[in-house]
């Protein structure tokens, strides 16, 4: 989606916190999103932020979001192996807009 | 609860033919949706349900895809005839109703054309 940008790669240790960065460009978005996808499989909701919310935390994760730079990262605690997957940022009401995802690999 | 149900998980044709995919939403979900997602990118919309009618369909290729969903539960997408380019994963989504809801995915019809 042209509308949402994301780096496409991230390699990261493992024990190490991942940060993955996203800028979107509909600032109506009630809510932000990020998905998990892991290979062959369909997008899985990881997390999502109220857009009056500035930051989110659930477990590992953690959500920033910044509405004056339409800014929106995902911080994970303590990678593990089974963090490795593409990571898509999501905007939108009902039509999601995704980022074309950031690649996350986990290396001993 | 379950989640989304897709199938089938993979389909090989030759371009030309035809092909359906049929999904199932979490149930008591209202509101279901048609991505399109090609290899290295983001899943794009290809159309939304409200229960039994459309609500978005304008990036749907009219002209070789269609979709249904007649008693507002189960949705089949059909193309026909197929192209090379269409080549991607079918995703279908859910949510409980059609605005400012989360979207939950199933795994997806790996569609490949030869």
């Known amino acids: 989606g042209e509308d949402v940008e994301q780096s496409l790669f991230l390699s990261v240790r493992e024990g190490d916190s991942s940060v993955i960065n996203c800028t979107y460009t509909d600032s109506s978005s009630t809510y932000l999103y990020w998905y998990k996808q892991e290979p062959g499989a369909g997008l899985q909701l990881l997390t999502y932020i109220f857009s009056n919310m500035d930051m989110k935390q659930d477990q590992r994760l953690t959500v920033l979001l910044n509405k004056k730079d339409k800014h929106l990262s995902l911080r994970i605690a303590d990678t593990q192996t089974g963090d490795s997957a593409i990571y898509f940022c999501?905007?939108?009401?009902?039509?999601?807009?995704f980022g074309a995802g950031t690649t996350v690999t986990v290396r001993a | 609860e379950a989640g989304v149900a897709q199938s089938p998980r993979y389909k090989i044709i030759e371009k030309r033919q035809s092909v359906a995919f049929w999904c199932n939403p979490i149930s008591g979900h209202a509101t279901l949706y048609w991505y399109q997602q090609i290899l290295g990118q983001g899943p794009k919309l290809l159309i939304q349900?409200?229960?039994?009618?459309?609500?978005?369909d304008s990036q749907l290729p009219k002209d070789r895809f269609s979709a249904e969903r007649l008693k507002g539960v189960d949705s089949t997408l059909k193309i026909q005839p197929a192209k090379l380019e269409d080549s991607a994963v079918y995703l279908c989504?859910?949510?409980?109703?059609?605005?400012?809801?989360?979207?939950?995915f199933g795994d997806g019809t790996r569609l490949s054309i030869l």
């Open positions: 989504a859910s949510s409980f109703t059609g605005s400012n809801q989360p979207q939950h």
């Open positions: 349900f409200q229960n039994n009618g459309v609500v978005d």
């Open positions: 999501a905007e939108g009401d009902y039509k999601l807009s």
